[in-house]
Structures are given as structure tokens and as C-alpha cells.
């Protein structure tokens, strides 16, 4: 019985094909998704999602979001979901350094949602960097 | 009495704005479409998160939630949407007559996104907190600080409730602008439809009451409902500013497309009294010619 794995964005549907296994991170670890798992509703938080397919797996840098596995179907609802492929590994140390630096710039008493803003760019830029130094190093 | 000379040159002007507005009508009308597009994308997103809710909404305790209940304050905080450019029509002005039709009760501040939006504002002399300027395409990530913004104050209880003014998408003529309450999330709409008519068959989240599943939440379905809900409000307001772009285009379109006519209107006027002038001009001269022959015979 194959798994399917669907990871759709606000902006479009990223990624939808069969599978035999994910490994993806939720809020409390890893977890791992097998076919015929149980119905299951978990957040997802920063981080790298793995996906093999034929023995051959495939890594994805995802951001928030919400998790749904039903026996057949493993949907990924997130703001961000790049593959490993398609992470500009400067453009995003770039990102991750104005943000930090931007991060330290900022004046106490500043709107809370610029510190917010600003962290979770840098989340995001390091969760894609994670996945990608990894995959470097393999 | 223009000469043949200054209607020339009126012609030449009026064609080359003609050209502009039919550039400008074409640009907006893949534009539009691209909104649309767009729109259509988010829709399994959507679709998946109002089926977990619907899900939710019987396992999480009802009203337990914060979003669920009016802010403490008696201040209305309001989201208005409104176009960065111009040249749309009356688009941003019959938002605005809406806003000020609606005589919001209580003090009310302003939150914006679109330059028009936060000029019109000023002008009207309102409180305006935050102007969140989003490119066009809009992107999810642009928009969740502004949608994080509204739900940080919302939770700082000083409002009773937050509103989003925006330009709804009927169809390519007809565009109607709305004022949504966006919290409290109205219990009723939670899971449900949005009115996303508009889009055609851009969005149309059914009724999935039915056939949602028994899930199981980790950790648990209060902690899961927690990170949902301010999802869904970003996600309902990224869809409220796709339809105001998907307005904005459209409107522009045919604002573009009229100037466009009119232009076309215009230079078949001139050309008319060009050719009527040249005319009288020749026969004028043929007179003098036959006058001044017949005066030597």
C-alpha cells in the first residue's frame, strides 16, 4: 500500500506524489510516517522533511505548520517548503546574517513584531541551512 | 479656430495615450489573472485546514479559546486593503465611502495595507497604528506579519474586535466592497465557507462536516487547536488580500479598456475636423485659383 505525501502551501501545492516513508519534524521530534499509519493531526515546526521513494530519499527544508496523516494520504500543511535543490545557499546565509544583525540592531521597546518578524526569518533561514549543509557533508 | 497644425499634434498626443492605456489594460488583465491563479493554489491548503478544524471544533473544548470571545476593550481595530497604485477606477473610493458608510461604533484605529489605503486614511485624519506595504504578487510571508500584527493587538485585549475592509471579487465587473469581521472568529463560519463565489470555481471549500475522520492529536487537540487558529486567520486574510488584488486588476482592466476607447472615441473626432479643415482649406484655395483666372480673362 503506498503512502501519498502532499505538501501544499497558502501559496500553492508544492509536492505530490507516492511514497513509502516520511520523516518529518513535528513539535514533540521526529516522527516518522509509514502507510497505514493511524489518523493523526500534529504541528509541524522548523526543519527537514525526508521523504524516500524506491530506496532513493529526498529532503525538503519545511517551516511551521500542521501535519495530517490518514492511512492512505500524509498531508503537509506549511508556509515554507523548499527542496534541497532549490535552496540558494548564499541568498539564505545572506538573509540569515541581515537578520541577525538586524536582530541585534533592534532598540529595546521596539514592537514586539519586528523581534517576531525577524526571528522567524531566522528560523527559516537556518532550518533551509541545516538542510542543506547536511546534505553537503553526505 | 485651430489650425491644421494643432490638430495634428492633438492626434499624435491622443494616440500615444491610447497606446499607453492599452498597454496598461493588457498588463492588468494577466495580472488579474494571476491573482486568480493564485487564489485557486491556496485552495487545498484551505481545504485541509477547515477539515482539521471541523475536526477540531468537537474535540477542542468550544469557547475556550481566546479568538473565540470579544477582546476586553471597547476599541474596533480595522484592516484595510486598498491598491498601492492608482488608475483603477473608482475602486478604492467606493471602499472607502463603504468604510465610512458602516459608522463603525466606538473609537476605532486603522491598520492598512496599500499606499491609497494609508493616504486616504491620513486625510480622513483616523488613527492609523501600522501600514504593512505588500508587493505585488502578494506572498504568504509578507502577509503573515501583518496578519501576526492584528492578532498580537487583538490578544492585547485592548480591542473588542478587528474588521478587514476589503474589495471583494464578484467578477470582472462587478466588484463589491465588504467589511468582515475577521476576530473573534465567528463559531458559525469556523470549518465552514468562505464566500469565495467570487473566484469562480477558484475556491470553493464545501461543507466537510460530513466525512472527517477520527484523528489523534499530538500532543494533544487544545495544543493543536492553539497553532491552528492563528494559521487560519492568516490564512483567511492572505485569501481576503488576494481577492482585493484580484479587484484591483480587474478594475484597472476595464478603467483601462474605457480610457482606451475613449481615446479611439477621440481621435476619430479630430481626424473628422483634420479632414473637414483640409478640406475647406483646398476648396478655399481653388476658389482664389479660379477667382484670380476668371479676374485675368
Known amino acids: 500500500m503506498p503512502l501519498k505525501l502532499e505538501i501544499v502551501t497558502p501559496e500553492a501545492r508544492i509536492f505530490s506524489d507516492e511514497v513509502d516513508s516520511v520523516v518529518l519534524p513535528g513539535v514533540e521530534g521526529e516522527m516518522g510516517v509509514l502507510p497505514a499509519h493511524a489518523n493523526l493531526v500534529t504541528t509541524l515546526t522548523h526543519g527537514e522533511l525526508v521523504y524516500t521513494k524506491g530506496g532513493k530519499s529526498t529532503h525538503f527544508a519545511v517551516g511551521e505548520g500542521l501535519v495530517e496523516v490518514t492511512g492512505s494520504t500524509t498531508r503537509i500543511l506549511t508556509d515554507m517548503a523548499i527542496g534541497v535543490e532549490d535552496i540558494d545557499e548564499k541568498a539564505v546565509q545572506e538573509a540569515l546574517d541581515r537578520a541577525k544583525h538586524a536582530l541585534e540592531n533592534i532598540k529595546p521597546g521596539t514592537d514586539n513584531e519586528e523581534v517576531a518578524a525577524v526571528m522567524a526569518m531566522i528560523q527559516r533561514s537556518s532550518a533551509q541551512l541545516h538542510v542543506k549543509r547536511k546534505r553537503h557533508t553526505l | ?297
Open chain 2, 1 to 297: 479656430m485651430p489650425s491644421t497644425r494643432d490638430i495634428r499634434r492633438r492626434i499624435k498626443s491622443v494616440k500615444s495615450t491610447a497606446q499607453i492605456t492599452k498597454a496598461m489594460q493588457l498588463v492588468a488583465a494577466a495580472k488579474m489573472k494571476k491573482a486568480q491563479d493564485q487564489a485557486t493554489n491556496g485552495r487545498a491548503y484551505a481545504e485541509t485546514m477547515n477539515k482539521i478544524l471541523v475536526a477540531l471544533r468537537d474535540a477542542a473544548e468550544e469557547g475556550s479559546h481566546p479568538y473565540f470571545e470579544e477582546g476586553k476593550g471597547n476599541k474596533t481595530l480595522v484592516l484595510v486593503i486598498a491598491s498601492d497604485k492608482g488608475l483603477c477606477g473608482a475602486l478604492n473610493t467606493n471602499l472607502f465611502k463603504k468604510l465610512l458608510a458602516a459608522k463603525l461604533e466606538g473609537e476605532c484605529d486603522f491598520v492598512t495595507i496599500g499606499r491609497k489605503a494609508s493616504q486616504a486614511l491620513s486625510r480622513l485624519r483616523k488613527t492609523l497604528i501600522a501600514d504593512f506595504p505588500i508587493k505585488d504578487p502578494a506572498k504568504f510571508t509578507d502577509l503573515r506579519t501583518a496578519g501576526n500584527f492584528l492578532q498580537e493587538k487583538f490578544r492585547g485585549g485592548d480591542y473588542k474586535k478587528v474588521l478587514v475592509a476589503f474589495n471583494n471579487f464578484v467578477n470582472t465587473v462587478t466588484i463589491v466592497p465588504t467589511i468582515e469581521q475577521l476576530l473573534p472568529v465567528n463559531k458559525v463560519t469556523l470549518g465552514g465557507k468562505r464566500s469565495f463565489e467570487g473566484m469562480g470555481s477558484a475556491l470553493e471549500v464545501k461543507e466537510t462536516g460530513t466525512d472527517v475522520p477520527e484523528y489523534t492529536f499530538e500532543p494533544s487537540a487544545a495544543a493543536v487547536f492553539d497553532s491552528i487558529l492563528p494559521q487560519y486567520v492568516n490564512n483567511t486574510v492572505f485569501q481576503m488580500l488576494l481577492e482585493a488584488r484580484a479587484s484591483e486588476h480587474s478594475s484597472r482592466m476595464v478603467a483601462m479598456k474605457n480610457a482606451t476607447d475613449n481615446a479611439k472615441q477621440m481621435l476619430k473626432d479630430l481626424s473628422l475636423e483634420y479632414n473637414k479643415l483640409r478640406q475647406a482649406a483646398i476648396t478655399n484655395e481653388l476658389l482664389e485659383i479660379t477667382t484670380a483666372k476668371m479676374a485675368l480673362e
